[in-house]
């Protein structure tokens, strides 16, 4: 039995939303040739980027928009993920769109705001068990004090981290070396076996995001950058509890009423 954690954070227009209660996933794995007290972590970001069409928009065509899921640095998650499908509006002609190889995206058109269910499905030496992400799909900004811009789209996205705990000896071997990953320090005198490829796609087949042409929008998911949302946010609610108690104080210091007023009786 092997436990998998996804830990959140999101940014949505300029307001960093920390989860502070990560989701679980209890994931069952063949228990065979798995490396006990080693975890892998990937990085990962999902999330959708809305240009409003301007002149060139109609009623049933207001935005051009793209879901994606990618690596929190831009690498190629291919190396972990399998295929992802997303799960449209109904109202789309077939609304199940499944994308077998990155980048995992795919770009749309229409005029409405609705939730996208993303399915991440693994390698078989990655994980058997698919994992469920849900993402709520924006195309006006927060801020409708003037129109629209036509150049600067409305940017939502989700740093996740997902965590494989005892990881096969070949997934291991693997993503090693690979950028998307995180490997920690493995215990000495490990022998892993030698790599085996998933495919035999070249490094630009593959879908590398790094020269993604939406890639100038792509939000900065740094654990530096992360700390110093974290510290602001920690101040905001820190705020937020002296003002609380300013006002609670001002309302115990009301005076009470010695009598009950007109018009009501006790009994």
């Not at 051009?64 to 449209?88: H, M």
Request: aromatic share 10%; charged share 20%.
């Amino acid at each position: 039995m092997i436990l998998s954690f996804l830990v959140s954070f999101s940014h949505v227009y300029g307001f960093w939303v920390p989860s502070f209660f990560p989701k679980d996933f209890i994931l069952v794995q063949n228990a065979n040739n798995r490396i006990k007290d080693v975890e892998i972590c990937v990085p990962i970001v999902y999330g959708t980027i809305a240009f409003y069409l301007g002149r060139k928009a109609s009623e049933s065509q207001s935005h051009k928009w793209t879901v994606y899921v990618r690596g929190a640095s831009n690498e190629d998650l291919g190396v972990v993920i399998k295929r992802v499908v997303f799960q449209l509006h109904p109202s789309f002609n077939n609304p199940t769109r499944v994308v077998e190889s990155p980048p995992f995206e795919l770009s749309e058109s229409g005029w409405g705001e609705f939730e996208i269910a993303i399915t991440l499905y693994f390698h078989s030496d990655v994980c058997e068990k698919q994992l469920d992400l849900y993402h709520h799909l924006k195309l006006y900004p927060e801020d409708e004090s003037g129109p629209q811009s036509t150049k600067k789209p409305v940017v939502v996205e989700s740093y996740n981290e997902i965590v494989f705990p005892e990881p096969s000896e070949g997934f291991l071997a693997r993503i090693q070396n690979h950028p998307a990953v995180n490997v920690p320090r493995l215990p000495s005198g490990l022998n892993l076996p030698s790599p085996v490829q998933i495919d035999t796609m070249s490094d630009k087949e593959r879908g590398d995001t790094k020269d993604h042409s939406l890639s100038q929008w792509f939000l900065n998911f740094s654990e530096a950058d992360e700390l110093l949302k974290l510290a602001a946010a920690r101040q905001q609610v820190q705020a937020h509890i002296v003002k609380l108690r300013r006002q609670l104080s001002l309302v115990e210091g009301l005076p009470q009423l010695s009598k009950p007023p007109s018009g009501y009786e006790c009994t």
